[in-house]
């Protein structure tokens, strides 16, 4: 039953293993061409954000300006009360 305990295990030719070609697992793929698409998209929505953002500060300027040319009644506290 147990013929080849008796061998062992042989050992391997450092200098073969060392030798021997890696085969490639998985095919390259474009990265660059995925990553300009990707720069591309982005690029977009910033700009589209920028825009949207400098329409709010715009909007709320004039908010703070309509607000500034109201009177606004001041309180007059007493410190002795």
């Given amino acids: 039953m147990a013929k080849n305990r008796s061998k062992g295990q042989k050992q391997k030719n450092v ?13 390259t793929k474009p990265v660059a061409t995925s990553l300009k ?8 929505k910033v700009d589209n954000m920028n825009k949207i ?3 709010v500060q715009r909007e709320v300027k004039s908010i703070s300006k309509c607000t500034a040319q109201e009177p606004t009644q001041q309180l007059q506290v007493n410190p002795y009360s």
């Fill in 15 to 27: 200098f073969q293993v060392a030798n021997k070609n890696s085969k490639p697992k998985n095919k």
């Fill in 37 to 44: 698409r990707i720069k591309v998209g982005n690029s977009d």
């Fill in 53 to 55: 953002f400098t329409e």
